[in-house]
């Protein structure tokens, strides 16, 4: 006996056990001394045909007994076992036998006369032909002795032959040996203790080399195969049934049929299923936790169930995990454990070993792979390569799977990188079906796309342009593709809907039925209409929009979307939500909404003066962070501006002192009232307000000077309770242009209010204040309106939202960085400025457009697969600052209005883009919805532990304007911005988009005492570089478009290059 040929390990157990039940049928029981001696006489047989070392022997044989007898034959008489299927399209079995070319083929009896008919009509030449029986007999089998035949194999000759999917739509194969099959059963055997008490069930389709587990399990130990009657495994209940009644106690199967079994079972619960059953292995596509979670709901917990991964080139599977306690999320896919003995996992991006939740492509290293696929060395040499890490000879397999370790070693496989897909736990590659499909006269173009069905598995639909019908194209793919991968629909198409790059735009596939919205104007139709187009017009600046078209089509963004509410509520006192405008996103749509809609919003009236009001949370929050942390600059918000032209500066003194007469926030400083924080509003004109004005004229280094002057002021700590907290200086630098430098706190102002203030500087200057419209109100009302909404019957609703978001608090976000983090948080910081240009400025948008979502959203899903990628963790938190302006008052003042919302995204990395943007539409639709609950209640409501050296929540926010900076002119003057080099950071990474025109502007803000330039450098290009892989197919998941981006981080590589033994 040698233990690394299995079927001498077979002989062993027909010597010792002879009368022991090797197979167990419906009909019939087999033992190892008959089907011992049965094989063996057919051996003998095999050699007189001229079978010896590596011969090939094809086996047409669908199923029971008489199949093992005939695969144990062929590794008897030393040949190689090759199953052909007849239910194999024409195309396939012709390329099969061309490859192949088998010596001698083994039929059935009962079938004879079909197959010949079969091979003859097909122009197949037919091999030395060996007909078995049901009793496994041939003619000529009496005469032959039922002795074992003499061993002439070595350990590493070729003894399988199995057939799988190719790219091009020709047949590829890939060859077995005989140790690395023995190794696998021998690691199976031991782990899971499998005795001769053991029943094994055959479910696996027999031209798969999972067949090869389900019978040579059983086979080598002296247990009994279980194999069922055709027709039971197709049909679940009597699958069922005979699982049951066989007393099987280890399942090898797929998780479709898993999935199957389990349904049925929760529809019709069956108290005390499976008494005898141990275990399910399973293996061929992802599992997940609700498949378990249902498993044990519907039969109990007393089987284990058993995750595999493998590849067919490396035998069977390499790493196993055996499931115990579940994650809490069913949606997650079951991970697929550790290596099994004797097999190592290496995940590498270009050569270098990924650190932990770093994904990358997945290599598989043992001395037990397959031999490579058959007469096809350019494929071996792609797929089997040297290892990288080391300088001796050392293969591994390229196995096509995206992946990474957890924190616990366990492999996460996350899809693959080219186009194969597993249907009912089979590879298919589309490329096959693709062209099988383009081969049938009449197909003009097609396109196959992989559609995950209700059960986790995967559909496959064809569409196709072409005269021919979908009747006719059916019937002309029974001969070029088998039946396992052929198509589930097929959609017959006109054309094919184009992406802006030209590609067949497979997201507008996944809708056949879905007509293209005209883009063509319609004229409103009512009053309604037509106002709500002028306010169309004016917000997106078109000349017309037609009434069918969506808001999101004709250049409409979130951030307009809240311009729009305040229009609407200013024209119909009707308080609607973005969500409405995603809902009902046409003029047509949106006016017939207003005309059902009767909840007018809450006004805000002014309030009594009084000597101190109450300040806003936000407000609150600045506060205190300025009496713990000594008045810090980090707060103060910065402004600078070229002024060209003939400047008269007194006309500009005057303007700002008008300015701050308008708007009370200018004059308004902060003090402690028994403890609490309040504002006081000083009277106008009794704050004296001046313009430090100086001459650098004679300064040959006068913008420089400019630059560090401009520094030196935003630097200047404010104080709060005495102010002025406006402080502005005026720097002539050139006979026609000074630089306006003025500076904030943010506690009274933000972005918004800079864009206003400049606006109305500018009009008082030019003594415009008459175009000014009155203030209806002032701060101090808006904060009695927002802390009375605390009281409003919606309040509890926008409080139980974002405390659903963080329900569970997400993990702190852990972007690697150059240095060390302080233990306290600080805010030095840095720019990095850049572009993206015209062609991807218009593909993004392009992609929103088709998408129905704002820019904003397909930036921050950008954005959100870039933190994924550089950080491994698949729950992300960034911060998203809005206007705050949700009433029609608000459009026009300066103060602190900014709100933060801290967006939680639970990546699934076997999504793809697409999906990711639908999930992050919803979440950022759900966030504007409750933008009025402030950033800090949040905060104090979860209970936060306290971070020195970090925000609360998210040190990552994601900005967007679609405003660009403050650019201005008149007769005489013209306003540009000027820009100082000044730059704090608020948190580690803040992420500006501005919309300028055709191209956007990007802008890193970054902490310096936790990056570098260079880290920057790097991050603008994988920015850039993943923007145009997510263009080019947004269809991959993202694991795949995250691959795309270089290596980011040198951590320590998780790998195993230990010696991995030859023996087992």
Known sequence: ???????????????????????????????????????????????????????????????????????????????????????????????????????????????????????????????????????????????????????????????????????????????????????????????????????????????????????????????????????????????????????????????????????????????????????????????????????????????????????????????????????????????????????????????????????????????????GYYRNEALNREVFIQNPLVDFKDTLHQTGDMGRFNADGNIEVLGRTDDQVKVNG??????????????????????????????????????????????????????????NIMPAFFIQMESFPLTINGKVDKKMLSKPAAVIEDAGYEAPVNDTEKEMEAMWIELLSLPRVGRNVSFFKVGGTSLKAIQLISRVY??????????????????????????????????????????????????K??????????????????????????????????????????????????????????FRVQEAGAQIFHIDCKDLTNDPQAMQTAQHMASQLFRTPFDLENGPLLKAMLLKVAADQHVFVFAMHHIISDGWSIQVMVKELLALYNNKNTALPALKIQYKDYAAWLNNQMNDKSWPAHRRYWLQQFEDLAPVLQLPTDHPRPLAKTTNGATLEFEINETLTAGIKALARAQDVSVYMCLLATVKVLLYRYSGQDDIVTGMPVAGRVHKDLDEQLGLYVNMLAIRTRLQTDNNFLQLLKNIKQTLLGAYEHQVYPFDQLVEALHLEHDTSRSPLTDVWVQHSDTPWVQAEDANLKITAFETGHTYSKVDLTVKFIETGSTISVILEYNTDLFEESTMVQMKDNLLGLMNAILQQPEQSLTALSAHLPRIRQHAPVHQLESISNDY
Not at 29 to 34: C, I, N, P, R
Not at 575 to 596: E, G
Not at 601 to 612: K, N, S
Request: charged share 15%; aromatic share 8%.
């Open 570 to 619: 200013k024209k119909y006192n009707v308080l609607i939500k973005v969500n409405d405008i995603f809902t009902h996103a046409s003029i047509a749509q949106l006016s017939a909404f207003l005309l059902n809609k009767q909840a007018p919003a809450t006004g805000i009236t002014p309030v009594v003066p009084q000597p101190y009001y109450d300040v806003t949370h936000a407000q």
């Open 621 to 678: 929050r600045l506060w205190m962070m300025d009496q713990l942390e000594d008045a810090q600059a980090a707060y103060n918000i910065p402004g600078a501006f070229m002024l060209q032209g003939d400047l008269n500066i007194t006309a500009l003194e005057q303007a700002f002192l008008q300015l701050i007469t308008r708007h009370e926030s200018l004059r308004t400083t902060f003090t402690a009232v028994d403890g609490v924080p309040k």
């Open 1 to 371: 006996m040698n233990k690394k040929i299995l079927h001498t390990l077979f002989e062993n157990q027909a010597a010792q056990a002879p009368e022991r039940i090797a197979i167990q049928e419906a009909q019939r029981s087999l033992t190892y001394g008959t089907l011992n001696a049965a094989a063996n006489r057919l051996a003998h047989y095999l050699r007189s045909l001229g079978i010896g070392r590596e011969s090939m022997v094809g086996v047409m044989i669908p199923g029971g007994g008489a199949l093992v007898a005939a695969l144990l034959a062929a590794f008897k008489a030393g040949g190689v076992y090759l199953p052909i299927d007849t239910a194999f399209s024409g195309k396939r079995l012709k390329q099969m036998f061309t490859l192949s070319t088998p010596e001698v083929l083994i039929i059935p009896a009962a079938q004879k006369a079909a197959i010949l008919e079969l091979l003859d009509g097909l122009q197949i030449a037919i091999p030395q032909l060996v007909v078995l029986d049901e009793m496994l007999m041939f003619e000529g089998a009496d005469s032959l002795a039922a002795t074992n035949p003499e061993l002439i194999n070595d350990p590493e000759d070729g003894n399988y032959l199995f057939y799988t999917s190719g790219s091009t739509g020709d047949a590829k194969a890939f060859l077995g040996c005989h140790q690395s099959l023995s190794h696998f059963i021998h690691w199976e055997l031991k782990e899971f203790g499998i005795t001769a008490e053991d029943k094994i069930s055959q479910l696996s389709q027999f031209t798969f080399d999972a067949s090869l587990r389900d019978i040579f399990l059983p086979l080598s130990c002296g247990a009994t195969l279980c194999m069922p009657e055709p027709g039971i495994k197709s049909n679940v209940l009597q699958l069922i049934d005979w699982i049951n009644n066989s007393g099987v106690t280890l399942v090898h199967c797929v998780p479709a049929l898993f999935r199957l079994i389990t349904r049925e079972l929760l529809q019709n619960p069956q108290p005390g299923i499976f008494p005898q059953l141990k275990y399910i292995l399973m293996a061929g596509e992802a599992l997940y936790v609700k498949d378990i979670q249902n498993w044990r709901s519907a039969a109990g917990t007393h089987v284990e169930i058993v995750n595999l991964y493998g590849t067919s080139e490396t035998t069977l599977a390499k790493t196993f995990y055996r499931i115990g306690e579940l994650p809490d999320n069913p949606q997650l896919a079951i991970h697929a454990g550790k290596p099994i003995d004797n097999a190592a996992v290496l995940i590498m991006n270009d050569g270098i070993p990924c650190a932990v939740n770093e994904v990358g492509n997945i290599y598989i290293r043992t001395p037990f792979m397959t031999k």
């Open 426 to 483: 089979i590879r298919v590659t589309l490329g096959e079906v693709k062209q099988g499909v383009l081969e049938v006269s009449g197909v003009q173009q097609v396109e196959i796309v992989a559609a995950e069905n209700n059960d986790n598995g995967n559909d496959l639909l064809c569409y196709y342009t072409g005269a021919v019908t979908v009747e006719e194209l059916r019937k002309q793919l029974a001969y070029a593709l088998n039946e």
